[in-house]
């Protein structure tokens, strides 16, 4: 089997990818769709509910805008980790994985078409039901992807004013854009490894290891800093220094491990007893 790059076989596999799975994606991006839907509504239903108390209506819409995108982003990341899990559909038994690999592209064209598949319609689908979600939000706002001009205001007064609390922030939000950057392509990684190990429930099985390796992470980390954890008198300023550096360690680590899943995932694909 030749095994030089071809960007024709390497369309043709993502096309057959679609056709066959085209009903699955169907559902995949109404899910999505729907999740976004419930978050915007349940976001606007929280600012009527504080509106009507004492907090003002934009305070109110901004601190709801800014929970409705990070539970929208949660929700992006478990789906883009189902469909990573599951963008080898072949792998379920040996019989479909061995007529997969007969077909005439190479085996780095076959890996390359499920990497992206994995990628490229998540984003796609992330893309299109947040802005259909909108829809969902424009009888509250009368803005289309309203951010709340009050309630930024306020941030960039607070941030002026005190320019030591700017730093810190400054220096948290750095850290935890590196950190979920590097634990998407991580998280890539590893249900990708997840869908050529478990031929059935690959995500929840994957999904079962990451947790437990989490827990066993997280007491690692209190057992390690137990002091200052329970410190009630710790300094603000070394509490968010000591967490931005550790979004940099696990960014590193993760850095590391991610080529290693890929390539384990790129071997057990490329591998078939006959």
């Not at 679609?18 to 976004?36: D, K, N, P, S």
């Amino acid at each position: 089997m030749r095994e030089n790059s071809s960007l024709r076989h390497y369309g043709l596999l993502i096309v057959k990818y679609m056709r066959e799975q085209y009903r699955t994606q169907i559902l995949m991006f109404a899910l999505t769709l729907l999740i976004f839907i419930g978050i915007r509504v349940i976001g606007n239903l929280f600012t009527y509910a504080m509106s009507t108390g004492s907090t003002e209506h934009d305070d109110a819409m901004g601190i709801s805008l800014i929970m409705q995108y990070a539970y929208m982003l949660c929700a992006a990341g478990l789906l883009f980790a189902y469909q990573t899990a599951h963008c080898m559909p072949y792998m379920k038994n040996r019989v479909q994985h061995i007529a997969y690999l007969m077909i005439p592209a190479s085996n780095g064209e076959k890996f390359a078409a499920a990497v992206t598949i994995s990628y490229v319609l998540p984003t796609v689908y992330t893309f299109l039901a947040l802005h259909l979600s909108n829809l969902a939000q424009l009888p509250f706002t009368g803005e289309w992807m309203s951010m709340s001009q009050e309630f930024t205001g306020m941030f960039s007064e607070l941030v002026r004013t005190e320019p030591q609390i700017s730093e810190w922030i400054m220096r948290f939000a750095t850290g935890l854009a590196v950190y979920s950057a590097v634990s998407i392509v991580f998280s890539g990684g590893w249900y990708t490894a997840s869908a050529t190990l478990f031929r059935r429930h690959p995500f929840l099985l994957g999904s079962v290891i990451l947790y437990l390796a989490g827990q066993v992470a997280g007491f690692t980390l209190l057992f390690c800093n137990f002091s200052l954890f329970q410190n009630a008198d710790a300094d603000p300023a070394g509490m968010m220094g000591l967490v931005t550096n550790y979004f940099y360690v696990l960014s590193a680590i993760y850095a590391v491990l991610t080529p290693a899943l890929y390539v384990f995932a790129y071997r057990r694909m490329k591998s078939a007893e006959v």
